[in-house]
């Protein structure tokens, strides 16, 4: 089964139970300072599951692209990849948990795992996968919330109906399998909140239980991963396919927990890991969404994937020239700082493998031919890919990256073959200057009959992952936007000032990105010259007048095409479903006078644009390639 069909059949499962399709949202989330990249579904859905209500019902099933730039170091293996499609279905809300639902109405624990369940053994609407592989995980509970006896129940039920033994075993790290199929985990393993652990969540922040389902390859037990094996065990048995969080709980004053009257369904699953377990095959990589890749990359470095040397360094270009090919298709570029530093790390991360695989650095028209092949086996599950129009835009960015990259790497061999005495600290800094990694070193100094410590290179890298990990701390918290009444506002200035800009510039000019934060405002737009002082003063002065004119702001949920219609504007406008959440912008109460601004946004906003005060634009900055960059602050 090829991973388009999956796709298709999981989007059509969950529609026929009364659920609409939603759009993918960006990989870098608009007007969201707290994360780097959507590294799950529910982050663009973080608004509605704590109430908003959302333009599509309560129903909702997407695919959602994700990068997530923490598992970097872990790609190489099977089954770790920094690019990945989420598979994801929502019940916002459970207003009538015990009465009949209709077909729209919200659901939980009675529907969810049954659904699930059906979608991955049934031959005819889901996967077809032998019930008799499938392993699952509840909460085990702990003082202070129960153990999630219904989803047991409900999952002995499932099994018992395919005549499997439904045992349960609680700590099975210790006791191992035991003939199980239920397995208990805590709040590690099988509790979500926003804060993690139970004892780590804010009161009022809501949380709850999830269950996992895995996937048995039937491999040998590697003793290196411990005495038992069991679900969650990383000696490669068993692999994650799915996981349903219960938003069920709400943290009280005193510590305790208390049931929320309105309950949430998130679910989500990886396809490249549906995928492998649908192909029995425990190598994503083996995948149709890799194996055009691999194939490339074998044609590119003359090498073959089947040779198990290899396999990690072809594991890494390929994940990490795709995850760099969707970063730069919307819209990040290299750079020292945030995402772009990212897309830089992969890119250089995949030169240095090839180097490795090859000997030398490959001319850069070889990763353009892998990223052809990355095109061209996405084309098939993102239709918002146009093949040449990409490659026009890729082209120049890899060229320059890998180009600059070359130079680097030839100071870092020139450093190589000057020094005589090669300690780990200058391993570290060959690492973290030129992108070397330590395998290299380690290589070209053995050549000159030397050798280097691994153990003084990771004590300094040690040092340096507890620095970087204490500086972006608050950029990893899950993607949750800041709600704070600075950010608030300066939500609502972007709206004001992408509609000055387009008043003073002209109505071709338009948002293609923003970050908020309670200190400024940033917003990126097109535009082909730095911007006069007059400009400038005369954006300010439009964005301060509509301010002092208190102009109300509110929300409609319209159809979008209407939205359209009416000439409002936004980022990724075409990604947005049959409806639209529309922010308008005046005209005060009694007049006949137009909207000021009219525009696709998830909010939230002020009610009155006075509670802004005051804005001034504080920097310009030029992004390159007909992109500009100005610096706000509010208040």
């Not at 047991?152 to 033994?165: A, C, D, G, S, Y």
């Not at 990256?401 to 190589?416: P, T």
Request: proline share 4%.
């Amino acid at each position: 089964m090829k991973a388009e069909q999956i796709l298709n059949r999981y989007i059509t499962f969950f529609e026929e139970k009364g659920h609409h399709r939603i759009a993918n949202s960006p990989l870098v989330l608009v007007n969201d300072p707290t994360t780097l990249f959507t590294s799950s579904g529910m982050q663009a859905l973080i608004p509605y599951l704590l109430g908003e209500v959302h333009p599509a019902g309560n129903r909702l099933v997407n695919v959602q692209n994700c990068i997530r730039s923490q598992d970097i170091e872990e790609v190489g293996d099977n089954r770790h990849t920094t690019f990945f499609r989420m598979l994801g279905n929502w019940s916002l809300g459970d207003p009538a948990r015990n009465a009949s639902h209709s077909d729209a109405g919200g659901y939980f624990k009675e529907k969810q795992l049954p659904w699930f369940f059906e979608f991955l053994t049934d031959n005819e609407k889901g996967l077809g996968l032998d019930p008799q592989r499938l392993y699952v995980t509840v909460f085990a509970g702990n003082d202070q919330v129960p153990r999630d006896e219904e989803s047991i129940r409900i999952w002995k039920n499932l099994f018992n109906e395919q005549e499997i033994t439904a045992e349960v075993i609680d700590d099975a790290e210790s006791n191992g399998m035991q003939d199980g199929r239920i397995f208990t985990y805590g709040v590690t393993k099988n509790w979500w909140s926003r804060s993690g652990v139970p004892d780590n969540m804010p009161v009022g922040e809501p949380g709850g239980p999830d269950s996992e389902v895995f996937y048995d390859f039937g491999t040998p037990h590697d003793e290196a991963f411990g005495e038992h094996c069991h679900p969650n065990c990383d000696c490669g048995r068993f692999m994650e396919i799915g996981n349903s969080v219960f938003m069920q709980y709400q943290k009280q004053s005193d510590g305790s927990f208390k049931e929320l009257p309105q309950k949430n369904v998130d679910f989500g699953g990886g396809l490249e890991r549906l995928a492998a377990a649908k192909n029995h095959n425990p190598d994503v990589f083996t995948t149709d969404l890799y194996s055009n890749i691999v194939a490339t990359i074998e044609e590119v470095t003359g090498k073959s994937y089947a040779d198990h040397k290899v396999q990690a360094h072809m594991r890494v270009i390929a994940d990490h020239l795709k995850a760099a090919t969707f970063l730069m298709i919307d819209g990040v570029v290299p750079s020292n700082k945030e995402q772009g530093y990212v897309l830089r790390r992969l890119l250089r991360r995949a030169a240095v493998k090839m180097h490795q695989l090859k000997g030398s650095l490959p001319p850069v028209s070889a990763f353009q031919t892998i990223i052809d092949a990355v095109l061209e086996t996405e084309v098939r599950l993102d239709e918002r890919i146009n093949q040449d129009k990409e490659r026009e835009h890729i082209s120049p960015l890899l060229d320059e990256e890998l180009s600059k990259f070359a130079k680097s790497l030839d100071m870092g061999l020139k450093i190589l073959e000057k020094t005589e005495s090669i300690s780990g600290k200058v391993a570290f800094d060959l690492f973290q200057t030129y992108g070397f990694p330590f395998e290299i070193t380690e290589e070209l100094v053995k050549q000159k009959g030397k050798s280097v410590s691994f153990e003084e290179f990771n004590a300094e890298y040690s040092k340096h992952k507890e620095l970087s990990k204490t500086a972006s701390s608050g950029m990893f918290k899950g993607g949750l936007a800041d709600q704070s009444e600075a950010t608030i506002m300066g939500h609502t200035a972007t709206h004001l000032l992408h509609q000055a800009l387009r008043d003073v510039l002209g109505s071709h000019v338009h948002q293609s990105g923003s970050n908020i934060t309670s200190e400024r405002v940033r917003f990126d737009f097109n535009f082909d010259r730095k911007l006069t002082e007059e400009e400038i003063k005369q954006v300010e002065a439009i964005v301060n007048e509509k301010i002092k004119a208190n102009l109300p702001v509110h929300f409609e949920l319209i159809p979008t095409k209407e939205a359209h219609d009416m000439g409002a504007i936004g980022l990724f406008m075409d990604t947005y479903g049959e409806k639209s959440k529309i922010y308008f912008i005046g005209p005060k109460e009694g007049s006949n006078d137009k909207p000021y601004s009219i525009e696709f946004c998830g909010g939230p906003h002020v009610d009155f644009t006075g509670e802004l005060k005051s804005f001034k634009i504080i920097k310009q900055d030029n992004l390159g390639k007909g992109l500009k960059r100005l610096y706000g602050i509010v208040g």
